[in-house]
């Protein structure tokens, strides 16, 4: 594709995109009366159209039915989260068997901690991404300080080169080498939330398992953004939210995944009855069995409204497909790439660092740019002009165009913001 930075291409291309009805399902944010130009759907998703419809269904059957919507509602309460299991299992390239939904992100990785992260004798180390989302950083410190260990002993971080922001693959498996008979687990984001780098999950994988590791992954901003394939992978467990790409609605119910390899295992972990061998739940007895696959770590009975939501937005994306959203994505992305390139040649009062990898193999969405020379107050600008993006202090603007509900006209449009906003600062 060649690239132009006019509004004549830019609407080329949305005439050209397969995809470009599905914009029209989502409710776009107004503020002061005008649409807004929306980059954050690696916070949160837009509202896609049916979800009212789908929570209203239950709601009519709690109406109706009352505790009797577990066994006869619509689509019956007692097994609901089973409705998520095949959409989500695709999108992450697994058995339904290895998934669940359940929880909340960091509640669910604290559970699976629980079962994954066993230190023991010389090997108590986790190796990580250097600056991960404060979340999974709290989560190990704490499940480090929990087992007894001082978590500047027991966290390894790898870190980006001099002058770089990206971690190289190559040096993560190094470092794992280098500590490999006294790591326990090796614990990574998928695509990292700060710089957008989508993380080779499967070299990481081999060698943490060549090492005697187990391996977790944060999916928060992988899932519904690029493809996985946790099965083939090899990953031992890993967790997701669905409010960012998902478009599942804020705080709802996250997701989960255990390899078939542990699906009987016999693990320790924090058990409840809704984790119990489903065929005598309803006995109430004491001695508890867990249901082999993921959904034996399943602790209660499930949130159905948030699900309700969840279902329809999953639904979309059987609906599309992820192959057909990566490669709009891979397309969208690129663009903003070469619109910011072309803005901030024609000018002199910033310069413009992209953080994130330029390979769209080694990204998903998300572009963060590192704009030198600019402050909070340009950020303040571009909010005031109605572009709904996140900074990061002191200059880091994230930037995620998603495939599902932004067009090409978005991408432009940002530009021509981006240029008159550089231009008024420099007046
Ligand atoms: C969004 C995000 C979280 C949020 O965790 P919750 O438990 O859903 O509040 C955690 N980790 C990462 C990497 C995230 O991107």
Redesign the pocket.
């Known amino acids: 594709m060649t690239f132009d930075n006019s509004r004549a291409f830019a609407q080329q291309c949305d005439r050209d995109d397969p995809l470009r009805d599905w914009r029209r399902r989502f409710s776009h944010p107004r503020i002061n009366g005008r649409d807004v130009l929306y980059f954050t759907g690696n916070s949160l998703g837009l509202m896609p159209e049916g979800v009212r419809e789908a929570l209203n269904v239950e709601l009519d059957d709690w109406a109706r039915l009352g505790v009797e919507g577990h066994f006869h509602g619509t689509h019956p309460w007692y097994s609901y989260h089973e409705r998520l299991t095949p959409p989500s299992a695709r999108l992450v390239g697994a058995l339904e068997s290895e998934v669940v939904c359940m929880n ?4 669910n990785l604290h559970l699976l901690f629980v079962s994954f992260y066993r230190p023991a004798g010389k090997r108590y180390k986790i190796i990580s991404e250097a600056k ?2 404060p ?2 950083r709290y989560l190990l410190e704490t499940q480090t300080r929990f087992h007894g260990y001082d978590p500047d002993d027991a966290i390894i971080e790898v870190g980006p080169r001099e002058g770089s922001r990206i971690i190289e693959e190559a040096d993560i498996v190094a470092a794992i080498r280098e500590h490999a008979d006294e790591v326990a687990l090796v614990f990574f ?1 998928g695509v990292q ?1 700060f710089t957008g780098q989508f993380f080779d999950i499967a070299t990481i994988t081999q060698a943490a398992h060549d090492a005697g590791a187990t391996v977790g992954v ?1 999916l ?2 992988a899932v519904g953004n690029v493809p996985l394939s946790l099965h083939d992978w090899g990953v031992d467990f890993a967790a997701w ?1 669905t409010y ?1 790409y998902l478009n599942g609605s804020a ?1 709802n119910v ?1 997701g989960a995944f255990v390899h078939e390899r542990h699906a009987t295992a016999d693990l320790p972990r924090f058990g409840g009855w809704w984790g119990h061998d489903k065929e005598n739940r309803f006995l109430m007895e004491p001695g508890f069995t867990p249901i082999p696959g993921a959904e034996g770590w399943q602790l209660s009975n499930a949130p159905v409204m948030g699900m309700a939501v969840l279902h329809a937005a999953l639904s979309m994306f059987d609906e599309v497909g992820l192959d057909a959203l990566r490669k709009k994505s891979i397309a969208l992305t690129g663009y903003l790439e070469n619109i910011l390139r072309d803005v901030i040649a024609r000018q002199e009062h910033m310069t413009m660092r992209l953080i994130t990898p330029t390979d769209p193999a080694r990204r998903g969405c998300q572009l963060s740019v590192q704009l030198v020379g600019g402050d909070r107050g340009l950020f303040d600008a571009l909010t005031a002009a109605g572009v709904i993006c996140d900074f990061r202090e002191p200059d880091v603007v994230r930037l995620a165009p998603a495939p599902f509900y932004n067009s090409f006209e978005d991408v432009w449009r940002f530009g021509g913001v981006l240029e008159q906003v550089l231009a008024e600062q420099a007046a």
């Open positions: 909340s992100l960091t509640t991960m989302f979340s999974d984001g939330y944060d928060a901003h939210c960012k705080g996250g």
